[in-house]
């Protein structure tokens, strides 16, 4: 998809969830006068931040907030090195319409990848301190003091020599007219007081009342309500609609086509669109994929598997040869389906349209593919579109990379100039138009030698390419190849595979049905880690060693992986005996530069399956907010575990054919482990890791190694549903 | 014209009587605090009080809610002073993205006003919200943290 309108401007790239430093997401904005224009109406210190004369802190945030705890992160962050006393501190969002007068300042909106916090934490921070110092100095000039001989903290300036104090917003005013230091130094983690700690996120007392306003629940004067319906089989069109047929319905008052793909309808009330979208007569043009189905696709794929191309991801010695010469061979093939985001709040924006302006509002993980999405679909200049975030219900990578519903709503808007509208999708729209999790299988060949030593592996992965879909200039870079297919699994970056094998090759036979695929919760992170994870414990197995033990004796060069692994091996028990009829497994994983493990501990009973505990570490580097990387972590295995048990989008007649939660369940509080967090904080001067994916890809591997140790099966399709296995 | 009570406030709608009360709550009385998940009884967001019990209100025709005494989550904090339930909420930083929140404290006021003490058992035979941010471990404690308020 292109949302790049026709206009004359300048580019920038914005890096994206790098594989290798390969991949980088380009959006086309153009660039205005380098003009101030402060939102709020007090003295700016930066970019960063804005102290009020009474004292209090606005510290702006331009990534997204979706229930990760990143807006409330990245404050604490600022706020650290401002020395900010932090019952004062509120936050703002600037706009991308201010981020494109002033030349980008707050650098990128996006909010994916477990990229907000460890790919802005530096210039946040700075921008922290540089206030913090201005504020020093501005002090230091009323006071003719050497700004030295000045302390800061909570909010105070304190000049013990001679006694005296002053507040941040009694210098505010001075401070804003000093320069703003370059590349401050910024402090040692050890001397964290705001960072580093358990803090509470913003917004709770208003979510608790249902006072917190969300994208389905904006309402403006005169705003009307939209629903719609796009052509069920991807890559299909509307041919006719009959909207004489529900226009004299209570409350209607459009019925248009948007786009050559999607019929939507306008009226007072998002239930009387509903009801009339729902009654009105539509014939779709679906064009040749309307045969697809899941079994047409899993030929596609199978074919795959043994096909003599592949791109490769990791390689060293001769993997094929190994195999060849093994004293004994392992081999499985294992499969992994669509998935859906669903995000409890569908997919929605609400646009406004004039020639002179439209306006947005949207939940949206990237506010500025939003703004390029409301350039494209106005045809206005950038000077005359704005987009306002609004916190999310739920995004999970839906609402990032692809904005079709940004374009849906101001392409209705256009047709009805001056008038808010509320484009709301239905859960079986926000299910039948996603952009799925990809579907990939993978053979996986090891040799073992005489010795049960491991000497060759070969994993070839054959499936859907996200890129190809989405980013396609990185595939046509790369030569063809999508690098974050092999996330986990690749020779280097902040998604590298961790075992040390004398022969490896990992290639993808890139097949690529018509359904669209998209960046959902952890990536390629969750069928990767199963493959490798779930095929260690076959190698083990049919090598006769303890599945911990021949995991260490590849990790060597690896000691972040390691210490994760030996953390949550330690803590579940591993080696000792489990209570009776509990059964242990084990996985881990380095991806978006975080290394992660999990061990699960889990009962089978009348082939019900019961997840007693699982136990996570995950190293970040640092961690800003040990309670919000506790929620994350556990909430992302809600998420796998719920992927891993019950959800499946399958094909039929070129259109998804689950509708709704009664056909694509959500694990529910009585199938909740008990979830116990370690975090190891390594430390250091390296890059940091996210939060919010990566654990997401070691529960399932973890569960179903432990499922085999309880029953001798070894499931290597899912989800669980198909096997007849029920979770208790 | 259909006669509702709301949060103690009687309102004369002209809708549709086979209108979801979900729907009526949110555009004709105006409160947005319950909400829209999936429309067919399955995931809770839409969860409000009929009579003192938990209704899914996506699934209720309006006009079976006529005359009848409905509490959404509006109405819980009598003043600006937040229930045992919310405040536990508050106090366990339990919402991640908050959209199913409202839902989940509605069901759990339900189940806590029958039973005051609820067994974790009582909690997953009632409690079957859908919740995709996964806040299930913090819904848990802050629900016995209520009770032993």
Redesign the interface.
């Known amino acids: 998809m292109n949302y790049v309108p026709n206009m004359n401007r300048r580019s920038f790239l914005t890096s994206a969830a790098a594989v290798g430093g390969g991949l980088a997401l380009g959006i086309d904005l153009p660039f205005g006068p380098n003009e101030a224009g402060a939102q709020t109406a007090a003295p700016e210190l930066g970019v960063w931040v804005v102290i009020k004369p009474d004292d209090s802190v606005v510290v702006r945030v331009v990534r997204h907030e979706m229930g990760q705890g990143t807006v409330t992160g990245l404050a604490q962050l600022v706020a650290e090195e401002l020395e900010a006393d932090w019952s004062k501190v509120t936050i703002e969002h600037p706009t991308p319409g201010e981020s494109v007068k002033r030349k980008r300042a707050w650098g990128s909106f996006s909010t994916g990848g477990s990229r907000g916090i460890r790919e802005s934490h530096e210039y946040v921070r700075q921008g922290g301190a540089s206030a913090r110092m201005m504020l020093i100095q501005a002090a230091a000039n009323e006071w003719k003091v050497p700004a030295g001989e000045i302390t800061a903290d909570k909010g105070v300036l304190t000049h013990k020599a001679s006694n005296r104090t002053t507040t941040y917003g009694k210098v505010a005013d001075a401070a804003a007219k000093l320069p703003v230091p370059e590349k401050p130094a910024l402090k040692d983690p050890k001397d964290w007081k705001i960072a580093g700690k358990p803090l509470q996120r913003f917004n709770t007392v208003d979510k608790v009342m249902g006072k917190q306003v969300y994208g389905a629940d904006l309402k403006f004067p005169g705003m009307l309500n939209a629903t719609i319906k796009e052509c069920p089989v991807f890559g299909g069109k509307v041919k006719s609609f009959d909207g004489a047929k529900v226009a004299g319905m209570k409350g209607v008052k459009k019925v248009l086509q948007v786009g050559d793909t999607a019929v939507a309808v306008v009226a007072d009330t998002w239930w009387q669109a509903k009801v009339a979208l729902d009654a009105l007569p539509i014939v779709w043009d679906e064009g040749p994929n309307a045969k697809v189905s899941s079994a047409s696709i899993a030929e596609m794929l199978k074919e795959g598997l043994s096909a003599e191309q592949g791109f490769v991801g990791n390689q060293n010695g001769d993997a094929k040869a190994a195999i060849a010469s093994a004293a004994k061979k392992v081999e499985a093939v294992y499969s992994y389906p669509y998935q859906n985001h669903a995000p409890m709040e569908p997919m929605n924006a609400t646009a406004r349209y004039t020639a002179d302006k439209c306006e947005v509002w949207v939940p949206t993980q990237d506010a500025e593919a939003s703004f390029a999405a409301v350039l494209a679909a106005s045809g206005l200049p950038a000077d005359k579109c704005e987009v306002y975030q609004i916190d999310l219900g739920g995004g999970f990578g839906r609402r990032g990379a692809f904005q079709d519903y940004v374009h849906q709503a101001v392409r209705i808007a256009k047709e009805m100039p001056g008038t808010h509208i509320k484009l709301l999708w239905s859960r079986e729209e926000d299910m039948a138009q996603g952009r799925y999790h990809p579907i990939m299988m993978a053979k996986l060949t090891g040799a073992l030698d005489k010795d049960n030593n491991l000497t060759g592996l070969h994993i070839r992965l054959s499936g859907q390419s996200i890129l190809a879909s989405v980013r396609p200039q990185v595939v046509e870079q790369e030569k063809g190849r999508d690098p974050l297919t092999f996330q986990g699994l690749f020779q280097t970056g902040e998604h590298s595979f961790s075992y040390t094998i004398p022969n490896l090759l990992i290639d993808h036979a890139m097949r690529n049905p018509h359904v669209t695929p998209g960046f959902w919760r952890g990536v390629n992170i969750n069928q990767n880690a199963i493959f490798m994870e779930c095929f260690m414990d076959e190698l083990a197995q049919a090598a006769g060693q303890d599945e911990l033990e021949f995991r260490r004796k590849l990790l060597g060069n690896h000691p972040r992986n390691l210490a994760a692994l030996n953390a949550v091996a330690e803590k579940i028990g591993w080696g000792k005996p489990a209570p009776a009829g509990i059964f242990r497994g084990l996985a881990h994983m380095k991806a978006f530069n975080a290394y992660v493990a999990g061990a699960a501990e889990v009962s089978v009973e009348g082939g019900k399956l019961k997840v007693h505990r699982i136990v996570a570490a995950s190293d970040p580097t640092y961690a800003v907010n040990p309670a919000q990387i506790e929620r994350q972590v556990a909430g992302s295995f809600v998420y796998g575990l719920s992927a891993l048990y019950y959800q499946e989008c399958t094909v039929k007649d070129g259109r998804i054919v689950e509708t709704n939660f009664d056909t694509y369940d959500s694990m529910r509080i009585a199938q909740m482990p008990k979830v116990e967090s370690i975090i190891i904080q390594s430390g250091g001067n390296g890059p940091w890791g996210g939060i919010g994916e990566p654990t997401i890809c070691v529960a399932a591997p973890a569960v179903m190694n432990a499922y085999f140790k309880a029953t001798g099966k070894r499931i290597r399709s899912f989800p669980l549903k198909n096997h007849d296995i029920p979770v208790a | 014209m259909v006669a509702l009570t709301i949060n103690g406030q009687a309102h004369n709608i002209d809708v549709?009587p086979t209108?979801?009360l979900l729907?009526v709550i949110?555009?004709?009385a105006?409160?947005?605090?319950?909400?829209?998940?999936?429309?067919?009884a399955?995931?809770g967001?839409c969860t409000v009080h009929v009579d003192g019990l938990a209704v899914r209100s996506c699934s209720m025709p309006v006009s079976d809610a006529a005359g009848k005494k409905i509490t959404?989550?509006?109405g819980?904090?009598q003043g600006g002073v937040?229930t045992k339930v919310?405040q536990a909420?508050?106090n366990n930083?339990?919402?991640?993205?908050?959209?199913?929140?409202?839902g989940m404290?509605m069901a759990v006021s339900a189940l806590l006003a029958e039973k005051p003490k609820p067994t974790d058992k009582d909690?997953?035979?009632t409690?079957?919200?859908?919740?995709?941010?996964?806040?299930?471990?913090?819904?848990?404690e802050a629900i016995h943290a209520a009770a032993n308020a």
């Open positions: 549709d209108t979801p729907w949110r555009e004709q105006g409160l947005t605090g319950t909400k829209y998940g999936c429309g067919i399955q995931c967001a959404t989550i509006e819980l904090a937040l919310q909420w508050v930083d339990v919402p991640q993205c908050g959209y199913c929140q409202c404290i909690i997953d035979d409690i079957t919200n859908i919740c995709r941010c996964g806040t299930f471990q913090q819904v848990r």
